[in-house]
T-cell receptor, first 114, second 110 residues
Framework: ETGVTQTPRHLVMGMTNKKSLKCEQHLGHNAMYWYKQSAKKPLELMFV???????ENNSVPSRFSPECPNSSHLFLHLHTLQPEDSALYLCASSQGQGPGNTIYFGEGSWLTVV | GQNIDQPTEMTATEGAIVQINCTYQ??????LFWYQQHAGEAPTFLSYNVLDGLEEKGRFSSFLSRSKGYSYLLLKELQMKDSASYLC???????????FGTGTRLLVSP
């Protein structure tokens, strides 16, 4: 139990579907993140939110749309994805941003696009 | 540019000691993290180094040399449960941008 909960754990979707990934953190943190983990590639930062405001968009295609209604919840809305978007999507949180703030990860949502 | 290198895979025997190296070239440096990730699970925090030297935490130790752009994770008295991927990540200057290596998959055999 890491304090960061992601649902669903597994998702299969067609290229024309619309789905959402949900993340909730129970750590009282102020910053939340979405990372993408593909086979044989490094973890890639996608989005960063700090106090509900987006502070980083790492050139992510618009078919991925994040939403952060409050400091405890983070969503990733998915629309017209491509097969190459199949990956493990990890949510994470930290107390703040900057040196010394450890990032804690959720267990991830495995996404398969067919 | 940004580059973090670590070996793809390592094998070791139960009870032994293994050292996983990480070299980095990043734009700015605010510390280096090591994470452990078992297959299908979340990466879990192991250590954070921001100053040169060795940080010891039980069976795990992490070393940093900023001038050499080099770190290692040392695992002692290996156990079967230590079989996992070990991720090296560097925190850039600016907003909490963690840059990850591809990870080192460690296999511990009896």
């Amino acid at each position: 139990e890491t304090g960061v909960t992601q649902t669903p754990r597994h998702l299969v979707m067609g290229m024309t579907n619309k789905k959402s990934l949900k993340c909730e953190q129970h750590l009282g943190h102020n910053a939340m993140y979405w990372y993408k983990q593909s086979a044989k590639k490094p973890l890639e930062l996608m989005f960063v939110y700090n106090f509900k405001e987006q502070t980083e968009n790492n050139s992510v295609p618009s078919r991925f749309s994040p939403e952060c209604p409050n400091s405890s919840h983070l969503f990733l809305h998915l629309h017209t994805l491509q097969p190459e978007d199949s990956a493990l999507y990890l949510c994470a949180s930290s107390q703040g941003q900057g040196p010394g703030n450890t990032i804690y990860f959720g267990e991830g949502s495995w996404l398969t696009v067919v | 540019g940004q580059n973090i290198d670590q070996p793809t895979e390592m094998t070791a025997t139960e009870g032994a000691i293994v050292q996983i190296n990480c070299t980095y070239q990043t734009s700015g440096f605010n510390g280096l993290f090591w994470y452990q990730q078992h297959a299908g699970e979340a990466p879990t925090f192991l250590s954070y180094n921001v100053l040169d030297g060795l940080e010891e935490k039980g069976r795990f130790s992490s070393f940093l040399s900023r001038s050499k752009g080099y770190s290692y994770l040392l695992l002692k008295e290996l156990q079967m449960k230590d079989s996992a991927s070990y991720l090296c990540a560097v925190l850039n200057t600016g907003f909490q941008k963690l840059v990850f290596g591809t990870g080192t998959r460690l296999l511990v055999s009896p």
